[in-house]
């Protein structure tokens, strides 16, 4: 199984809203990341777990707020956010630090903000 | 700072030919590694090849092979026969390793959109 599963496929939510982005995977990999994906850039990292354990985060607002409550969930908690933050993110998973390790991702959320 | 460069936005190539997509990066690092990827109009990102820093030979997985220039630090990714399947953008992405560290950073480049042409 190399499958990283993110939910929802689709998510639209208003600025005084809260809601969560799911992403499990069932690998054993002990590298979880976020990334955020505007329409026709590359993905932008967001965050990275390693151990569970926050090891990155690329000084990302605090309105949005990571969790890894274990191995083989990443959750990512969203609150007042603004239209900008509309964009694809993405939950990928790697073996852990190695940079021989590649990261499996999810299909993503489609996250609009109104 | 590490860097990614893909410095052709959009590549068109005819059905059942080869093509070749450009990707250069930038290191001090000597151990890192170099992936590809494909995300096509659904968004998925679909891990292609990797290749290491250390490694001899060029990788290859099935159509897909990597052309590493390390003195020229460059990773150009090489379709064959393409598919109008393999019509999508493209991603080189590095990972350095530094070891001991939590830099687990996959950073990516700005992509190339292919599009193949019946």
């Known amino acids: 199984d190399t499958e990283v599963t993110q939910t929802p496929k689709h998510l639209v939510m208003g600025m005084t809203n809260k809601k969560s982005l799911k992403c499990e995977q069932h690998?054993?990999?002990?590298?979880m990341y976020w990334y955020k994906q505007k329409a026709k850039k590359p993905p932008e990292l967001m965050f990275v777990?390693?151990?569970?354990?926050?090891?990155i985060n690329e000084s990302v607002p605090s309105r949005f707020s990571p969790e890894c409550p274990n191995s083989s969930l990443l959750n990512l908690h969203l609150h007042a956010l603004q239209p900008e933050d509309s964009a694809l993110y993405l939950c990928?998973?790697?073996?852990?630090?190695?940079?021989?390790?590649?990261?499996?991702f999810g299909q993503g959320t489609r996250l609009t903000v109104v | 700072a590490q860097k990614i460069t893909q410095t052709q936005p959009g590549m068109f190539v005819q059905e059942k030919e080869a093509v070749t997509l450009d990707c250069t990066y930038d290191?001090?690092?000597?151990?890192?590694?170099l992936f590809w990827y494909k995300q096509p109009s659904s968004g998925e990102m679909i891990f292609l090849i990797y290749?290491?820093?250390?490694?001899?030979q060029n990788a290859t997985e099935g159509r897909y092979s990597l052309n590493f220039q390390k003195a020229r630090k460059s990773a150009n990714l090489v379709i064959s026969a393409s598919q109008l399947g393999d019509s999508a953008m493209y991603f080189c992405?590095?990972?350095?390793?530094?070891?001991?560290?939590?830099?687990?950073?996959?950073?990516f480049g700005t992509g190339t959109l292919l599009a193949v042409q019946p």
């Open positions: 990928a998973s790697s073996q852990g630090r190695d940079s021989r390790t590649e990261a499996f």
């Open positions: 690998m054993g990999h002990r590298a």
């Open positions: 777990y390693s151990y569970e354990k926050l090891s």
């Open positions: 290191t001090s690092d000597q151990s890192y590694g």
């Open positions: 290749q290491g820093s250390y490694d001899e």
């Open positions: 992405a590095m990972r350095e390793g530094r070891g001991g560290g939590a830099t687990n950073k996959l950073i």
